[in-house]
Each structure stands twice: as structure tokens, then as C-alpha cells.
């Protein structure tokens, strides 16, 4: 029992840490010349990279990208959330009983990361010929994968009678 549980708090950590960096860092979108992403724009001009706003014009509507930006922070604490409740149950919870409010908190990050991911690949860079989906984004998705995984597991899981 106590290599599951290890194993699902690695998987849940592994989770929020991948979650924070698809948040945080700068490669949703990805040119030779230009990273983008859910937060600002940068433009590599005579050997640097400088930091530049997010365009403005019909290409990126900005209550899409509120959402996104919204739903990303959203499952990063959602999911942080869960990992302190999951500990406080380990200790608190009667035995027999399912860690279901841990599983809840994981099931709320991953429908948060689901629909960050979905807005931005539905509405962005439709019309562009050029770029591809950078790093970010593909761990959004693979944070997808975890914290749904992770939640199933903390619906599933009980804690063990003795």
C-alpha cells in the first residue's frame, strides 16, 4: 500500500509540475522567429529574444485568450490543492473510505486543463501556414492525461482497512 501510495503522489507531483510549466513558460505556439504564449509573445531579433505584447488584432480575441489564461491558473490550483488535501485525508480519513474530495480537486484540474488546450486549439493560429504547436502545449495535454489519471485512481483508491 505504501508503494501505491507513493507512486500516486509521484504521479500527482509529476502532474503540477508539468501543469506549472505549461502555464508558465513560453512555447504554445512556435515559429523560427517567434514563441508565443498564453501570456505574451517573444521575438528573436538580431541574436536575443525580446519580449513583446500579444497581438491585439482578430487573429487573438482576447476574452479566448482570458479563458485560456484563466483555466491554466485554474488547474494548477486546483491541482495544488488536491496534493494538500490528499495528504490531510491520508491522515484524517477513516479507513475503508474513498479519497474522493482529492480525486474531485484532480477531476476540476483536468477538465480546467482540457479546456485551456481546447480554446487555444480551436481558436488560435487557424490561418497560419507557418509554426507548430511548441513544447507548452503539448504538456498541457500530457497534464491532461495525468491528472485525469490521477483522479480515477483517488475515486477508485480507499484507504486500507488493517
Not at 486546483?78 to 484532480?106: D, H, M, N, P, W
Not at 501556414?129 to 492525461?145: D, P
Request: glycine share 4%; proline share 1%.
Amino acid at each position: 500500500m505504501l508503494i501505491l501510495l507513493a507512486a500516486i503522489f509521484a504521479v500527482h507531483i509529476i502532474g503540477i509540475i508539468l501543469l506549472l510549466v505549461a502555464t508558465i513558460d513560453n512555447a504554445w505556439w512556435v515559429t523560427e522567429t517567434i514563441s508565443t504564449d498564453v501570456w505574451a509573445r517573444w521575438v528573436f531579433k538580431n541574436g536575443i529574444w525580446n519580449y513583446t505584447d500579444l497581438p491585439t488584432e482578430f487573429n487573438y480575441p482576447q476574452d479566448y485568450l482570458q479563458a485560456v489564461q484563466a483555466s491554466s491558473v485554474l488547474a494548477c490550483i486546483f491541482s495544488i490543492l488536491g496534493i494538500f488535501v490528499f495528504v490531510a485525508q491520508l491522515f484524517t480519513l477513516e479507513k475503508g473510505q474513498r479519497f474522493t474530495i482529492s480525486g474531485a480537486f484532480q477531476f476540476l484540474a483536468c477538465l480546467c486543463i482540457m479546456i485551456a488546450a481546447s480554446i487555444y486549439t480551436d481558436r488560435f493560429h487557424i490561418n497560419e501556414n507557418s509554426g507548430w504547436y511548441g513544447h507548452c502545449y503539448i504538456l498541457a495535454w500530457i497534464s491532461f492525461a495525468l491528472t485525469f489519471i490521477s483522479s480515477i485512481t483517488y475515486f477508485v483508491l480507499r484507504k486500507k482497512t488493517a
